[in-house]
């Protein structure tokens, strides 16, 4: 079994991504779904006011994370080693498949890298990224500038993955850049 994992900065079209490679019909697993599901599980986030109807807001803690960095930290020492263990599940799950395929946009942040035989790197122009995080995500620009800061730099990635796939153009575009790659995949196994 190769494992793939998918990875991108904020708003570049890793969900386009994934759902496109599931609609073929390979294994494919999103991490940010996963650790939604771990949060809505934590009881008490070291007594902050994130939680309404007993389920994690995310949008309040979007906004906690986001503006302090140690709180940032706090909350990925809880989830990054619980997502881990639920990605090395995943693989003994599917080790009988030719591919599976794991989203991670937080890939490089989390050390996970060594956990996959190749990395498919979604990029974006900056601009076209922030464009799409406002409008996505309803924010100003101030907040969906500190998203993206948040993050390793999209250079630094694309020195690190196997494979990049540049997501400006259409939605057509990037599903024949995802085919070509599958071929490509493919070819080397």
Not at 122 to 139: A, D, G, S, V, W
Request: net charge negative.
């Amino acid at each position: 079994m190769i494992k793939v994992a998918i990875t991108g900065n904020i708003a570049s079209g890793k969900s386009q991504v994934e759902q496109y490679i599931s609609k073929i019909g390979y294994a494919v697993y999103d991490t940010d779904i996963i650790a939604h599901d771990i949060l809505d599980e934590l009881t008490d986030f070291y007594g902050y006011d994130v939680f309404t109807g007993g389920k994690i807001d995310r949008k309040k803690l979007g906004e906690l994370v986001f503006s302090d960095n140690n709180i940032k930290k706090k909350l990925e020492e809880i989830i990054h080693p619980l997502v881990k263990d639920k990605i090395l599940l995943l693989f003994e799950q599917h080790n009988s498949d030719k591919f599976i395929f794991i989203s991670v946009p937080l890939l490089y942040e989390a050390g996970f890298e060594s956990l996959f035989d190749k990395v498919l790197l979604i990029t974006i122009n900056p601009k076209l990224q922030l464009e799409r995080l406002i409008m996505r995500n309803n924010l100003n620009e101030e907040q969906a500038k500190l998203r993206i800061d948040s993050q390793i730099s999209q250079d630094y990635k694309i020195n690190n993955a196997d494979y990049i796939i540049s997501n400006n153009g259409t939605l057509e575009d990037l599903f024949s850049s995802v085919d070509k790659f599958l071929a490509q995949l493919g070819s080397e196994q």
